[in-house]
T-cell receptor
Framework: AQKITQTQPGMFVQEKEAVTLDCTYD???????LFWYKQPSSGEMIFLIY??????QNATEGRYSLNFQKARKSANLVISASQLGDSAMYFC??????????????FGAGTRLFVKA | DAGVTQSPTHLIKTRGQQVTLRCSPK?????VSWYQQALGQGPQFIFQ???????QRGNFPDRFSGHQFPNYSSELNVNALLLGDSALYLC????????????FGPGTRLLVL
């Protein structure tokens, strides 16, 4: 079974600085997809960034980039120039194939990010 | 373009009661998945609906059931509520049975007293 591990329960970062949120994964599949979601206190899970296992380039979306190291099975999220609005829970996730042909998303335990002014 | 919508936003029930939660997927999406998120944890997969059928179920009892309508909207029903069912229930929509990125709704917070 696939597994996502986030070892940082909480992280602090100074406003305008960069921060890296760690994520490691375990899968025996050759083709897989990795995601990062942001969950503010309101509860909505907001999609941030996606990395496919065969993508040669690291994914970037604005201030978010995914540091994908396939051999190490890690998919760390880098947030540059942190803003106060970045304070939230961040989940690393993986797409897992269902035996019916569909897919579901499995999530790590999450990292709570606090941005200090 | 409306995103995923869910109703109600909050709900308070007592043990033994039944509850129905509703979800409308993002435009162009045909697949709806439901997740339960207990406090301080990541979401857990309940089940997925595609083409009006339950395609796969996670590790949840039969008290949890659902339905998908021809317009792709979906309902999650929970019978005989337990205190442990208190959680945030998230609906996610996607295209092609989840092969594309899942987009989540704002969730329904259920409190069972």
């Amino acid at each position: 079974a696939q597994k996502i591990t986030q070892t940082q329960p909480g992280m602090f970062v100074q406003e305008k600085e960069a921060v890296t949120l760690d994520c490691t994964y375990d899968t025996s599949d050759q083709s897989y997809g990795l995601f990062w979601y942001k969950q503010p206190s309101s509860g909505e899970m907001i999609f941030l960034i996606y990395q496919g296992s065969y993508d040669e380039q690291n994914a970037t979306e604005g201030r978010y980039s995914l540091n994908f190291q396939k051999a190490r099975k890690s998919a760390n999220l880098v947030i540059s120039a942190s803003q106060l609005g970045d304070s939230a829970m961040y989940f690393c996730a993986m797409r897992e194939a269902l035996n019916t042909g569909g897919f579901k998303t499995i999530f790590g335990a999450g990292t709570r990010l606090f941005v200090k002014a | 373009d409306a995103g995923v919508t869910q109703s109600p936003t909050h709900l308070i029930k007592t043990r033994g009661q039944q509850v129905t939660l509703r979800c409308s997927p993002k435009s162009g999406h045909d697949t709806v998945s439901w997740y339960q998120q207990a406090l301080g944890q990541g979401p857990q997969f309940i089940f997925q609906y595609y083409e009006e059928e339950e395609r796969q179920r996670g590790n949840f009892p039969d008290r949890f059931s659902g339905h998908q309508f021809p317009n792709y909207s979906s309902e999650l029903n929970v019978n005989a509520l337990l205190l442990g069912d208190s959680a945030l229930y998230l609906c996610a929509s996607s295209a092609r049975a989840g092969k594309e990125t899942q987009y989540f709704g704002p969730g329904t917070r259920l409190l069972v007293l």
